[in-house]
């Protein structure tokens, strides 16, 4: 049926795949035994959908150029391919890599020789699978204007599992209710609305093991983490199922996605809070602004940074001959690993455990999870 088969095409066109691809991912979702699906069946749908192929659509200059300005204003370093991918997933336009690059090489060659990275230092990093470890990390570089920010992801599907931004990320229980929400969405699910219905049998879960840097905001996720894998296995009894990286660059996984995100989403967002703090908008020493700026500032930044990771992860990875890590879209790993031949660590948690250990350790009461005190809330 088309109210069924539509939500499904428009998802996985928007990530990029080719027509047999999208076929192939839509049956997994509906009964073998029972219905049918073509590619030409996948085609016609598409097309009435107004879901036009990169030659179909045959973008131009003059169809790039406003858009190049409108996402240019947002993200002032952003390459060719990140380029492409939010062309198709913000505004329904398949356009080629080659033709963004040609683009850009004429009306920003110097930005374009800036923006060439240099070649890493190859590390090594093991991952068993899906599920295996949950690795997460705080970002203070915004400091100045009270802004803390936190991410947690796993590591072998390279899917980030939640990112945000608040007035602190020094609260245990702030931390550990990141943890949980991202447990109780499925173990991760892919970051979009309805695809809760389109993989019913992705269930709730928590992964092997966690990990990060010492220090004490840490504590909850540890402890919570490690209570609940004992409760629901007693031979885990006496163990820390928690590691703490030693040392500068232990806990790479999220320092390189600090990296990317500074790279692709911070300078243009920068560059807004800089002049307002540097002309003298915003003073963050001052009691009443700075929860006037709390109460603007935060909720947008969140729905930019969700964006970004809505983007992160429905993008395949450019290819790698070093790496032994799938480097298909974080998104289709961990909703069907049986498709990429990895196997799902995760471990089921009951609701039931889950309101405990909320309970326990995450209290929603707490006043961190309050973005302004409620009476100020009321009066702005």
């Given amino acids: 049926p088309d109210e069924d088969l539509q939500p499904l095409i428009s998802y996985y066109w928007h990530l990029g795949l080719t027509d047999q691809q999208v076929t192939d991912h839509c049956m997994d979702h509906f009964d073998k035994t029972v219905y049918g699906l073509s590619l030409w069946t996948i085609k016609r749908r598409r097309k009435a959908m107004g879901l036009k192929g990169t030659r179909q659509k045959a973008a131009t200059w003059e169809m790039i150029e406003p858009l190049y300005q409108t996402i240019r204003a947002r993200f002032p370093t952003m390459g060719a391919r990140q380029m492409v991918t939010t062309i198709r997933q913000d505004h329904s336009i398949k356009v080629s890599e080659h033709f963004i690059s040609q683009f850009l090489n004429i009306v920003e060659r110097e930005d374009v020789e800036k923006r060439k990275r240099k070649k890493f230092k190859r590390k090594i990093y093991w991952c068993a699978g899906i599920g295996d470890i949950w690795a997460f990390d705080q970002h203070d570089k915004w400091k100045r204007f009270g802004l803390w920010k936190h991410v947690g992801l796993d590591p072998f599907t390279g899917q980030i599992l939640w990112l945000k931004i608040w007035w602190t990320n020094r609260n245990p229980k702030l931390i550990t209710s990141y943890y949980l929400e991202a447990a109780r969405k499925k173990g991760g699910e892919p970051s979009v609305t309805f695809y809760s219905a389109l993989v019913p049998d992705c269930l709730a879960g928590i992964p092997l093991i966690t990990q990060s840097d010492p220090g004490s905001e840490n504590y909850g996720i540890a402890n919570c983490h490690t209570v609940t894998r004992q409760r629901l296995d007693p031979t885990l009894e006496g163990s820390l199922q928690h590691k703490w990286m030693q040392g500068h660059g232990s806990n790479v996984k999220p320092e390189i996605a600090w990296s990317l995100l500074r790279h692709q989403w911070t300078p243009g967002f920068e560059t807004v809070l800089d002049f307002g703090l540097n002309n003298g908008l915003y003073k963050s020493t001052d009691p ?68 405990e250990m909320q309970a326990k350790w995450a209290p929603t009461t707490d006043q961190v999870f309050q973005l302004v005190p409620p009476n100020f809330g009321d009066k702005a």
Wanted: aromatic share 12%.
């Fill in 288 to 355: 009443l602004e700075k929860l006037v700026f709390r109460w603007l500032a935060i909720p947008w930044l969140q729905l930019e940074l969700d964006s970004w990771v809505k983007r992160f992860n429905s993008s395949k990875r450019r290819a790698d001959r070093g790496k032994i890590l799938p480097n298909q879209i974080p998104d289709l790993i961990a909703a069907k690993p049986h498709m990429f031949g990895v196997h799902d660590y995760k471990v089921i948690i009951p609701p039931p455990l889950f309101d």
